[in-house]
C-alpha cells in the first residue's frame, strides 16, 4: 500500500501538475489590438491622476 502511495506522489503528482500547467497555457489568450490600447490609455490615465509620470 505504501508503494502505492508513493508512486503516485512521486509519478503522478509531477505529471498532473505538468497537466494543469499546460492547460492554463493553452486557455490564456492574447489581448486584440483595441483592447492593448483601451489598456494603455487606462495606464497612463492612472499615471498622470496619481502624478505617477514625474
Given at each position: 500500500m505504501e508503494?502505492?502511495?508513493w508512486f503516485l506522489v512521486?509519478?503522478?503528482?509531477p505529471?498532473?501538475?505538468a497537466a494543469?500547467?499546460?492547460?492554463?497555457?493553452l486557455r490564456k489568450r492574447r489581448l486584440s489590438r483595441e483592447e492593448k490600447i483601451r489598456r494603455d490609455k487606462k495606464?497612463?490615465?492612472l499615471?498622470?491622476?496619481e502624478g505617477g509620470g514625474t
Amino acid at each position: 500500500m505504501e508503494n502505492l502511495l508513493w508512486f503516485l506522489v512521486v509519478a503522478v503528482g509531477p505529471l498532473l501538475l505538468a497537466a494543469a500547467m499546460v492547460y492554463a497555457l493553452l486557455r490564456k489568450r492574447r489581448l486584440s489590438r483595441e483592447e492593448k490600447i483601451r489598456r494603455d490609455k487606462k495606464t497612463a490615465e492612472l499615471f498622470t491622476e496619481e502624478g505617477g509620470g514625474t
